[in-house]
């Protein structure tokens, strides 16, 4: 690939780069934002305090149980992140496209409701799918049984 092509294809992928950073509300919530900004500068001062008091010679774990001023800059740095993190889960989220999925989904359910509710629409799909049912009257090719005659009253029975 020339020079000349190599070029325009990075410009070409800078200006997609520059675009999707301007049209994501989290960087444009962080580029507008001086509340946030002031939590993050406060939430890394603290931490950054809280490290150099941590590592100021004493042992660590006698630091980190005894220290007050450690505990207030942890507890300054954990408020400050946690007002960070809320800012950012206020950011306008962006729209989605609902495209043809969604319609389907709702007209797939809403068929399945008429025909669960509705006898006549259960019928006309059974009709459409397995034929109509086809009525027939029943005629018997045998005759009829002829009667035995019952034994007069008092004669013995076999």
């Known amino acids: 690939m020339s020079k000349r092509k190599k070029a325009a294809a990075a410009g070409a992928t800078a200006a997609e780069a520059v675009d999707a950073v301007k049209s994501n509300p ?19 001062e603290s ?26 800059n942890l507890a300054t740095a954990a408020a400050a992140l946690k007002d960070v993190g809320y800012a950012l889960a ?9 495209g043809i999925g969604r319609k389907l989904l709702v007209l797939t359910v809403g068929a399945g409701v008429a025909v669960a509710v509705s006898s006549d629409v259960r019928n006309k799909l059974l009709d459409l799918l ?4 086809e009525e027939f009257d029943y005629t018997s090719t045998t005759a009829p049984a002829t009667p035995v005659p019952s034994p007069a ?3 013995p029975t076999t």
């Open 153 to 155: 009253p008092g004669a």
């Open 130 to 133: 397995f034929g109509a049912e």
């Open 47 to 72: 931490a950054r305090t809280a490290y150099e008091r941590l590592a100021s010679g004493k042992s660590p774990s006698k630091a980190v149980l005894e220290d007050k001023k450690l505990h207030a």
């Open 26 to 44: 989290y960087i444009q919530k962080v580029a507008s934002d001086s509340d946030l900004h002031d939590n993050v500068r406060v939430a890394y």
């Open 90 to 98: 206020d950011a306008p989220a962006k729209k989605k496209k609902r």
